[in-house]
């Protein structure tokens, strides 16, 4: 699985939409981006998946660059709720295979 | 039904005991995971299993014995453990593979927090 580099921490004011980057310069191109968060003490949550359009759920839009290097996870209106560590992994999608996590970049969101 | 269910949610052991971690979903799953995190660090993959057979082990130590006696369910057999071995230890499943159209995320449950004495 290809490497991510993310910054270690943000911060977002609570109601302002918070852009956490991910760069993904060796990503391959039957590889996905995926984001997970995991608030404190708990299991890792999933939000959203893409390959190379933009995707929106409930929980986030995924922008994903068009040479596939880098993407930018977005969630609209941050609340105090959404204070977490994010992490942008990337992997092949038809697998069982390793989803291995980087360090990740701590959202501190405030009032 | 979209949970992972672990128990127990908290041990504390001995270095000479035997314990057992369990994890359960019943969302059709095929594939389970066992992952370690340490505090304030991002979880570590320990075990995979796709049907039923371990098909990867991240060179975990053997005092670290995982079982999956079904579709279900997934073990974690502990003997002989080190302090260092306290962490936070979290189970996964996801589906085996998206060729049938489903979503490849994996869902984890809230962990085992071990402390070892």
């Known amino acids: 699985d290809a490497k991510t580099t993310q910054p270690t921490s943000m911060d977002c004011a609570e109601g302002r939409a918070a852009n956490l980057p991910c760069n993904h310069s060796?990503?391959?191109?039957?590889?996905?981006v995926y984001w997970y968060r995991q608030i404190h003490s708990q299991g890792p949550q999933y939000i959203i998946h893409g390959l190379k359009n933009n995707e929106t759920n409930e929980m986030a839009s995924l922008i994903i660059t068009e040479d596939r290097k880098s993407s930018t996870l977005i969630l609209p209106h941050a609340t105090l709720r959404d204070t977490a560590v994010y992490y942008c992994?990337?992997?092949?999608?038809?697998?069982?295979?390793?989803?291995?996590f980087g360090t990740g970049t701590r959202l501190q969101v405030t009032l | 039904d979209t949970e992972v269910t672990q128990t127990p949610k908290h041990l504390v052991m001995g270095m000479t005991n035997k314990k057992s971690l369990k994890c359960e979903q019943h969302?059709?799953?095929?594939?389970m995971y066992w992952y370690k995190q340490k505090a304030k660090k991002p979880p570590e993959l320990m075990f995979v299993?796709?049907?039923?057979?371990?098909?990867i082990n991240e060179s975990v130590p053997s005092r670290f014995s995982p079982e999956c006696p079904n579709s279900s369910l997934l073990n974690l057999h502990l003997h002989a453990l080190q302090p260092e071995d306290s962490a936070l230890y979290l189970c996964a499943s996801s589906h085996r593979s998206g060729t049938g159209g489903e979503n490849t995320e994996a869902f984890f449950g809230q962990g085992t927090r071990l402390t070892v004495v």
């Open positions: 992994i990337v992997r092949v999608f038809l697998t069982a295979s390793k989803l291995t």
């Open positions: 060796t990503i391959s191109g039957n590889e996905y």
């Open positions: 299993y796709s049907y039923e057979k371990l098909s």
């Open positions: 969302m059709g799953h095929r594939a």
